[in-house]
């Protein structure tokens, strides 16, 4: 299979678990298509006692990923230690997740380290719904001068009723975004709002119908093993299914 498509698609684990778990999964993914693959070194977990991410170790495993399979690689920063190092490693991609990007302090620290880099650098929603905010650790991570592509995640936001969704998405404001910044790619992380599989197709359908610029999709070779994040984790072949259904990839 092979993207059709102009729009930002990334796929991969929540979590690098195991060499063997990395390069399964992105040898599955390439099959169908996937050209930019994700994976967290570092995991933000909400409370403490879970698998908190394999760290530096799996940087080896990504940079092999992408040898093989020519992919490129992604991963979430969340300290001026870890950018240093995935600079050093060479990484394509860095993304800042949605704990992170609700404090000013980290981000302009982040910022600071990646000044001038010539990475990508995405930045998901912040936890509550507060676009200023969000907009705000764009133009942070804008005025690093930073020479690769930023671009902004709608990951949904954290509600206190939960509803269907494990984070809600708020659709007006990445459209809101979208209007403030036409210049600036807003894609969406249909996993972290669905929580579970069964709804990820659903969410990204409605991202797309939206108008939203890409889909950022967690996927696991053997998703009910995965260390975290298990219940909303497709499989490559149900990942490359939904490519299909939405008419991304022939
Ligand atoms: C993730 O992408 O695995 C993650 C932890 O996301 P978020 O920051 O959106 O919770
Ligand atoms: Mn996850």
Redesign the pocket.
Known sequence: MKLTTDKIIVSGP??AESRDQLLTTAEQLAAVGVTVF?A?LW??RTRPGCFEGVGADGIEWMTEVRTRYGMRIAT?LNSVRNTELLLKAGVDIA?I???TATNPFDVQDIADALRGCHIDVYV?NPVAPDSALWLGALERLERANIKGRIVA?H?GFCAWEKDIFRNNPIWSIPLWLKAQRPDLPVVC?PS?IAGQAKLVPHVARMALALGLDGLFV?SHCNPSAAL??AAQQLTPEEFGQMMQDLKLTL
């Open positions: 929540c979590s994700r967290g995991k933000p979430e993304w997740g949605a704990r998901k995640i990951r992380d972290h967690e975290s994040d």
